[in-house]
């Protein structure tokens, strides 16, 4: 016999059984075996491909007070985690205090205490906030791994830039959400830590550059630095380089080399940025994943040696 075909929103990724019923679906067509029951009440279709909240959004549709919150809300709005997070891909899920606990299969349960504006929706899924996911990961990350999270999650980049970006919160609303939860799991942390985040910072290798150059003494780089081109008049041109973090008064550009800088495109394009920071009287610094490693990481050295090179300190 032939199966009735789903409708598109249920055959895309999860649903709920409560989703079938509202779609009109009957409970029979919920149990052939071109479905997959992932949890109670919940289904997958057998070849879905689904990924982020396609994924998820049957968890919240369970019924209208589950939310995601923690890694699971930070996985969508792909702010970085570490340690055992970044392996444990359990569903955080959680109801307002008051409410039972979410108990079931590969799932997580919390209750929080939430303001209405700490729930927000996410292509179907509702979740917390950026601001408020950021302040619950305080209780789970130590506090470079919450600065690289907050970073995520402030990251903008100007028109100006190759891949423009908008930031899905602020500095400020990071600071007024920690002022809203003064009792919260972690709030100490999050006040230091919320003091440390800056706009800019694209992964958390850069936010690791940043906080050991501080906190060995050396000056604080800027982020979202523009280079442009001088045109005949010595004025401003056009944007020509974009690096990761910059010392401007003395023309250093320090560039974070990732695992993607291996292609051969890529390996080609950062050639061309290099003879551009020469040609326009910059001192390149490309720092590595290595460089950052041990008691003695060799990115204080070259960052060190390039201030030096260029006058620094001020004598």
């Given at each position: ?5 789903l409708?598109?929103h249920?055959?895309?990724g ?28 919940i ?27 923690l ?15 970044e ?35 996410l292509?179907?899924v ?15 990350l ?23 970006r ?37 992964s ?6 940043r ?16 280079v ?18 910059a ?38 610094v490309?720092?590595?994943r ?26």
């Amino acid at each position: 016999m032939r199966r009735a075909p789903l409708p598109l929103h249920l055959a895309t990724g999860s649903f709920s059984l409560r989703a079938v019923d509202k779609a009109g679906v009957t409970r029979t067509r919920t149990a052939a075996s071109d479905l997959v029951t992932v949890s109670r009440g919940i289904r997958v279709p057998v070849r879905s491909a689904a990924a982020g909240p396609a994924a998820l959004r049957a968890y919240t549709d369970l019924d209208d007070d589950c939310i995601l919150t923690l890694a699971s809300a930070a996985r969508l709005w792909r702010a970085p985690l570490s340690g055992r997070l970044e392996v444990d891909w359990r569903i955080h899920l959680a109801r307002p205090r008051g409410r039972s606990t979410p108990r079931r299969a590969n799932v997580v349960g919390h209750q929080l205490s939430l303001l209405p504006d700490e729930v927000v929706e996410l292509d179907g899924v509702r979740l917390t906030s950026p601001a408020r996911t950021w302040l619950d990961l305080a209780s789970v990350l130590d506090i470079d791994d919450l600065v690289a999270a907050g970073d995520s999650l402030v990251c903008a980049h100007g028109p100006e830039f190759p891949v423009p970006r908008a930031a899905l919160c602020g500095i400020e609303d990071l600071r007024e959400m920690v002022a809203r939860h003064p009792g919260s799991r972690g709030v100490r942390k999050a006040r230091a830590a919320v003091e440390l985040v800056r706009v800019g910072a694209d992964s958390p290798p850069e936010t690791r550059l940043r906080l050991l150059l501080v906190r060995s003494g050396l000056p604080e780089p800027v982020l979202n630095h523009v280079v442009r081109e001088e045109d005949q008049w010595g004025g401003n041109g056009a944007a020509v380089l974009w690096p990761d973090a910059a010392y401007p008064r003395r023309r250093i550009a320090l560039q974070y080399e990732g695992v993607h800088h291996n292609g051969e495109d890529q390996y080609l394009r950062d050639i061309r940025r290099a003879d551009t920071a020469l040609r326009l009287g910059w001192l390149e610094v490309r720092v590595s994943r290595l460089d950052l490693e041990g008691g003695h990481p060799a990115a204080l050295r070259k960052v060190r040696s390039a201030l030096e090179s260029r006058g620094w300190p001020a004598s």
